[in-house]
T-cell receptor
Framework: EAGVVQSPRYKIIEKKQPVAFWCNPI?????LYWYRQNLGQGPELLIR????????DSQLPKDRFSAERLKGVDSTLKIQPAELGDSAVYLC?????????????FGAGSRLTVL | QQQVKQSPQSLIVQKGGISIINCAYE??????FPWYQQFPGKGPALLIA?????SEKKEGRFTISFNKSAKQFSLHIMDSQPGDSATYFC?????????FGTGTRLQVFP
């Protein structure tokens, strides 16, 4: 079974440019997360989806970040315009709620460098 | 946001030795405490997890010790191997949300 698939793996852009990341979660996982991992730090939650609904976006910088999860499967995370401080690895994870434990399966991440 | 404090930041262990990583949390409502392992260029992967109703959980060479009153938990890696060299993250939370520690880079030398 394929794991959580993310693309692109690497992206280099100049500041003020837009960028988008795509995530395909594990089949059947109804919960999808976007995390940001700064260099030398742990992942920090940006947004959590239950099916199509964003149920926790309290940490998402809404002035420049947006996300969507159409049809409750794939998701995209967009940054417009990007700033230097947005350089990080953006991790997508999915889980199946109701299993009694929050077992997150992460993708390999999308590494963003903003110049 | 509630913090999860993790130490040490880095750890060097000789092959066959014991690696110990510690974490402390603040929110007494947390009921799920996993440890994730991350290799370079990969996403974190679940290693082992514990609920607060037990004080210890062992899976192979990996053991979590949990102290509810002190709000602390630790990961012990017995007989550490070079293949264990990775970054380890503790996390704390519940079924809705996990807060991750800052990570410990473990290096195991032959």
């Amino acid at each position: 079974e394929a794991g959580v698939v993310q693309s692109p793996r690497y992206k280099i852009i100049e500041k003020k440019q837009p960028v988008a990341f795509w995530c395909n979660p594990i089949s059947g996982h109804n919960t999808l997360y976007w995390y940001r991992q700064n260099l030398g730090q742990g992942p920090e939650l940006l947004i959590r989806y239950e099916n199509e609904e964003a149920v926790d976006d309290s940490q998402l910088p809404k002035d420049r970040f947006s996300a969507e999860r159409l049809k409750g499967v794939d998701s995209t995370l967009k940054i417009q315009p990007a700033e230097l401080g947005d350089s990080a690895v953006y991790l997508c994870a999915s889980s199946q709620q109701g299993s009694g434990a929050n077992v997150l399966t992460f993708g390999a991440g999308s590494r963003l460098t903003v110049l | 946001q509630q913090q999860v404090k993790q130490s040490p930041q880095s750890l060097i262990v000789q092959k066959g030795g014991i690696s110990i990583i510690n974490c402390a949390y603040e929110n007494t409502a947390f009921d799920y405490f996993p440890w994730y392992q991350q290799f370079p260029g990969k996403g974190p992967a679940l290693l082992i997890a514990i609920r607060p109703d037990v004080s210890e959980k062992k899976e192979g060479r990996f053991t979590i010790s949990f102290n509810k009153s002190a709000k602390q938990f630790s990961l012990h890696i017995m007989d550490s191997q070079p293949g264990d060299s990775a970054t380890y993250f503790c996390a704390a939370g519940n079924t809705d949300k996990l807060i991750f520690g800052t990570g410990t880079r473990l290096q195991v030398f032959p």
